[in-house]
């Protein structure tokens, strides 16, 4: 089977644009959580999303928003983008929602850079 | 403010030895912890996971303690091998937080054959 897959890998964008993460979590998973992980850093949480409802929202501004499709896949979205944006953003599905040991599965991530 | 965070960002070992990865979290409220391992490139990958009601759990070639009293857990890796080399968190999730984890800064180990 195959697991979490995430769009595209690599991305450059320039201060002030938009950009759409896409994510595919494991076929049957129907929660996707998204997290930011800065070079040399541990991945930061930002959102859970659960049967297209938003469960989890870590401390992160409006700028970041995301959703959920009825197939589980998910966007996550960052409207004017600054230099510290630049990051990994990682894809993560698990089972369910509320089972806090339900083991969560990351994808590869989508490295963002904003010049 | 309150965090979950590794004593060493580096450590190295050589190929066979055993190695311990060290984990410090402040939060009360964390009762479940993960270990992940990221290769470079990849996303981090689950290893072993232990819940706050437990001391020791072990895994094949791993095994995670957990001090509550000092809030403090561990990651040992037995025969440390070339492909352990990778950066390892532990992540922790508290209550009332649903699946919200809180993942430490890192340490990069680098086994030496």
């Known amino acids: 089977d195959a697991g979490v897959t995430q769009s595209p890998t690599h991305l450059i964008k320039t201060r002030g644009q938009h950009v759409t993460l896409r994510c595919s979590p494991i076929?049957?998973?129907?929660?996707v959580s998204w997290y930011q992980q800065v070079l040399g850093q541990g991945p930061q949480f930002i959102f859970q999303y659960y049967e297209k409802e938003e469960r989890g929202r870590g401390n992160f501004p409006d700028r970041f928003s995301a959703r959920q499709f009825p197939n589980y896949s998910s966007e996550l979205n960052v409207n004017a983008l600054l230099l510290g944006d630049s990051a990994l953003y990682l894809c993560a599905s698990s089972l369910d929602w509320g089972v806090r040991t339900d083991t969560q599965y990351f994808g590869p991530g989508t490295r963002l850079t904003v010049l | 403010g309150e965090s979950v965070g590794l004593h060493l960002p580096t450590l190295s070992v050589q190929e066979g030895d055993n190695s311990i990865i060290n984990c410090a979290y402040s939060n009360s409220a964390s009762d479940y912890f993960i270990w992940y391992k990221q290769e470079s490139g990849k996303g981090p990958q689950f290893i072993i996971d232990i819940r706050s009601n437990m001391d020791k759990r072990q895994g094949q070639r791993v095994t995670v303690l957990l001090n509550k009293t000092v809030k403090h857990l561990s990651l040992q890796i037995a025969a440390t091998q070339p492909g352990d080399s990778a950066v390892y968190f532990c992540a922790e999730n508290r209550r009332n937080t649903g699946n919200q984890f809180y993942f430490g800064t890192g340490t990069s180990l680098t086994v030496i054959p």
């Open positions: 076929s049957g998973h129907k929660s």
